[in-house]
């Protein structure tokens, strides 16, 4: 245990303390202790947390499966963000690759890389919000693994099912409508907010953006009801909007065109940022937005049933592959460069 030098009796305990074995009861016991949760398991999972590997029993339902990791300095930095937060975004950044394929979450393995001196409280604010997501979507962890790691890093991997065929970014057609569901820009914003704490704004456009960029909220209901009506192309906007419509038309072997004026950016993002709110919205990342597209049919008839607004923002159509045009309010052409976010530039 380390003496802080400001409260010579004021310990606090290190997972280094703890070790492998205990650190991994205690995961064990954070879930059993959890309201709403432990008592839950499904009947179909057979071995969880404890042994070499989970056991389940699949079900017909085709299977989903997703992965992603978040780097301390890279994807969030506890100077600015709490563990509690990083929790939550952790498990719903991949819930919202769920909801792209119109899938129901059932299991997620948890991988944490950690630093021997990460102080014992801050490992279990982090399990608190990953389970705080996981009861909000109904997902049991199964597993997972522990490294000692210098920088901190949590990758995750969810398993789902869905009773249809996978909604897919290559069955885009021509004359579909391109729909969005969520907004464009406000993680953005609420990542600006953090960056520049200085900035000038009221309290509640402040904590719409920031839980905006915190907070995500993975589209699972949406994505159910756009897979049960008919939808067949969809994918979820985290790398930035132009971007990740690039790669659905791409992958559709088709092109877009795309009214600004129908984008929907918050009005919160608006007053905050007048003049980078279309930049935030066009290059942002981390939106975990649903965009999907279909024909006129199908989506009149999707905008009388899902609660959550649906912006038409333009159609598909037979031309370059990948490229995407976008017009303002005269209909005048707008010159944009792909961004988004590159892992790797």
Known sequence: MRVTPNHRYNLVMLIKDLGEIRLINRIQRIIKNRNKYYHTLPANLLVGI?????????????????????????????????????????ISSNLSDVAAMGGNPLYVLINLGLSPETPVNDFDELYA?????????NLHIIGGNLVSSPTTFIAIQI???????PMLRSNAKPLDQIGIIGWLGSSKGGFELISNPAVITSIEA?????????????????????IDNGVSAAMDISDGFLTDLHKFCEASSVSAKIDSCKLPIEQA????????????????????????????????????????PISIIGNIHRGRIGEVIIIDKLGHHILTASGGWDHYK
């Open 159 to 165: 398993t789902g099912e869905s009773t249809h065929e």
């Open 206 to 226: 402040r904590q719409q953006l920031l839980n905006a960029h915190l907070h995500p909220i993975p589209r699972l209901k949406e994505g159910n009801l756009l």
């Open 269 to 308: 993002l608006i007053n905050v940022f007048p003049d980078n709110y279309m930049d935030f919205a066009l290059n942002g990342g981390e939106d975990y937005a649903l965009i999907f597209s279909a024909s006129p049919k199908i989506m009149d008839h999707l905008k009388g049933i899902i609660p959550a």
């Open 50 to 90: 404890g042994d070499d590997a989970a056991v389940w029993k699949a079900s017909e339902c085709i299977q989903v499966a997703t992965t992603d990791t978040m780097v301390e300095g890279i994807h969030f930095s506890k100077e600015t963000t709490s563990l509690r937060d990083v929790g939550w975004k952790a």
């Open 129 to 137: 919000g990953f389970l705080d997501a996981c009861i909000e979507y």
